[in-house]
């Protein structure tokens, strides 16, 4: 730990340096400024936009793992993925696909490697608990996917080509046309790799772990007049899988996803009224093949109906949100008994810009249903800008994850007196505005109930229950600076996780949780020249539940370098570049018996016009 | 050098010392006996975690010391993907990987490798030897009911030299002079059948009904006694366990006794002139001149606060209890007296399943 805080403190000292220079300000919330909007003030976010999703790689899994404090496990290269924030389980994480929830209803997990983020235009990573908002799920943050929708742009055709080392390829065009009232645009997504490297330190290669997916976007926006817009948002993903074997002779196996998201969305803006009305559909299908040469196969499917309402309402200083939301499920599976469930949510809240320095925030959420009991959530914070360079936010919660249709039908052994998970949180954010650097220091406590967990009985029979309680708390450092010296830019940017996640009543560390994690990213330009450098740090994590040290997982240091350069004229882009993964030649697994590639390398090109 | 290039190396210098620190934990080796050492001593089976290719050897030597990951210690490489079971034949001891498809052969007392077998073997499961051949159970693809078999392996090349197609889910086997017994337990399905090999001929000539999920056998006096667990409740289809009879002589059923409906017990082993069963952590006597259901059981593991009772064996006049506790962490065996006393536990790794006596 002293090692990491040490260089975290040597980073954000490096980026002090800097100080003396021209102040240009961070894009940073300015309480001063803004305009209250329906958004969540007292906790924390980062935005990945375009440009760094380009630059790392199309899964979420490589995005998250480099760019944020999220744990990620994955079973192999391109394989299930899993993620931990504020170490909470792989189900705590809430996935929105503009604003719906897309966590799996069979699992209650989304397969990180199962987004291609090339079909996005950003991501959002908020941590901390938010059901009022996002609902189920989010107790260790959320991931928001976005698509964003212009207006008065022409006609813009974006063409990202990339190759690598084990035939990895991705292909994306997006192309959009807007005018003043109307918006259109269309991205297909095409990766994937022959996935067959060598394991580093043996004579073993990853066999069986091929891998495609296409992924299809199409937003459509229109301006009916100064008050009312109607957008439209879809989204395919079809991806075929095998999985990579975990012992040379073992029998291959291979998984498909697919699934689609469409939604329609009508916006009302007046003086002091936004009324949104979202109704999306989503269907979720996957097949597991026991044996690639066979078609026998079990899968899961789901249909899914939303339909969310919300009303702002600005009253002076003060904005009065409330709204419903509706959501149907209808799935079945080869385990699973077929079942349709009705949940409903009411949502009411007030924020307040109470003076130049001072707001505070308050929500709360019903749920209702009859499958299980209905929570009760809240979510309450202040935001106080105590100087010019330093505010303060404080958010306590109380979250809820809800039983999957796993837990609660699967045939024989589904247990349909599940609770939900509950979640308990609370949380300190010191945000410090430095010219051209901004640090944010978090704190936070979160205690879960009614874990949901699948064990053995004494005949080793498995059942879902509500199983453990489980005690967390740990602290975050964010850190960005930029800079900016006649046509040197220099961009860093850092965050660094402690987290302690413990079973209350063992009180060992849960399984998959790493105590530390850190990364850094640096990036650094002149004139049309650019290069950057990811560094990562996973601290050791234990594998079993009595946290033996003989099962642990490796701590491991990972880092790619990658440059670019844009042959481009005015407006029009035509970047090449160029990247070396794993650049120290690691070797290393975040899951147990599940080697990571060594150094490899990709090509890219990038036509904007 | 202007300010942000000297900014831009102090950063990348930072970045670059970041490499020198990685460091790994190092394989944590227990101090193993002198090479030779691994007779007159019980190996402990840990299967592992299912993918996590993790499976390894205990043994427990003469005075009680246990030492962990042997196949590892001796062989520099780990066991493999779920080691199913065990088998002695001479010298050699032969280690079914099942999640590996393959079968490790290694020196019984040095347990250094002489070979792993990889070819006509998949989802093995027991082992059982007549002469110079050993007779393999094999589910095949799990997800197809048609594929299972029994491999025949030559113990002189190692090679599997013959495969007899079997009904599905082929288990427990065990050897009568020359007459195998096949038990089918089902593979995703359930079984409830016997199937007799003569292995002269190596065909199946029999096929003896029972009861569903037909588990251990053992043999007394010509007697074939196989204990089947019946459906669960949770199949949606429950039936009802029993313990089974069979003549070995006429290969017909002679005896049974039936469970209550709701009552699913595991394991069966031989003991003196008794069978001990285990039914939700509690074991069970049934001497064979009585053979009906016992009111009560002969101990309850309850006390020790076994978890998921996984492995049973009787050795030497000691009763071996595995514990798997939950599946993701290191197990442990606890050792009972013929009476049903507890004498000690003991920790091993991760899944232990079964206990083999090599003397």
Redo the contacts between chains.
Sequence with gaps: MYRLVSILLFLSHCAVFAQDAPVTELSEVNLKYIKLKDSVYTTTQTILSDSILKRNQSSLTSLLNFNSTIYLKENGLGMVSSPSFRGTTAQQTAVLWNGININSQTTGQTDFNTINTRGFDQVIVKSGGGSVVDGSNAIGGSIYLGNNLTYNEGFINDVFLKYGSFNTYGLDYKTSYSTKTKSFSLGFSKAGSDNDYEYPGTERVNLNGQFNNTNISATFGFKLNNENTINIYSNIYDGKRNFSLPTPNALKTKYYDFNTRSMLEWELKSDKIVSKTKVAYLTENYEYYPNINRDFNTYGKVGSLFVKYNLDYTLGRMLLSGGFNYNQNNGEGSDIQHKIRHLGSIVLGVKQKVNKWFLYEASVRQELNNIYESPFLYSAGLQAEIASFYSLKLNTSKNFRIPTYNDLYWEGLGNPDLKPELSYQGEISNVLYLPNTSLTLTGYYNTVENLLLWTPDVNGIWRPSNAENVNIYGFEALFKAHKKIGRHKLDVSATYAYTVSKNEETDKQLIYVPYHKLTTSLSYGYKKLSAYYQFINNGEVFTTTDNAPEHIVNSYMLANFGAEYNLGKGTNKYTIGAQVLNLWNETYESVLNRPAPGRNYSVYLNFNI | M????K??T???S??FL??C?????E??VDNQPLSGDYANGIFVLNEG?Y????ASVSFIDASGQVYNNVFFAINGRGL??VAQSMGFNGDFAYLL?N????IEVVNKYTFESVITI?NN???PRYITFVGDKGYITNWG????PTDDYVAVLNVETNTIINTIPVAEGPEAIVNNNGTIYVAHQGAYGYGNSISVIDTTSETVTKTIEVADVPGNMIIDNNSLYIICSGK?????DETSAGIYKINMVTNLVEDEITFATGV?P?FLKKANNSILYTL??AIYNIAFNDFTLPATALFNTSTQN?????GFNIINNKIYIAD???????GEVLIYNMQGEFQEGMDVK?IPNGFYNNN
Excluded at chain 2, 306 to 310: A, Q, R, S
């Design positions: 202007n300010k942000g290039l900014l831009l102090i950063c990348i930072i970045l970041q490499h620190t990685s460091e790994d934990r394989i944590i975690g993918t996590n290719s993790n493999g993907d990987v999640n590996s498809n393959t990889e073997i998949l989802n693809d799990p997800a197809d669960a409740s949770w199949t949606g699913h595991g939700n952590g076994l978890e998921v009772l996984y798997a506790k939950d599946y993701v962490s290191n991760i």
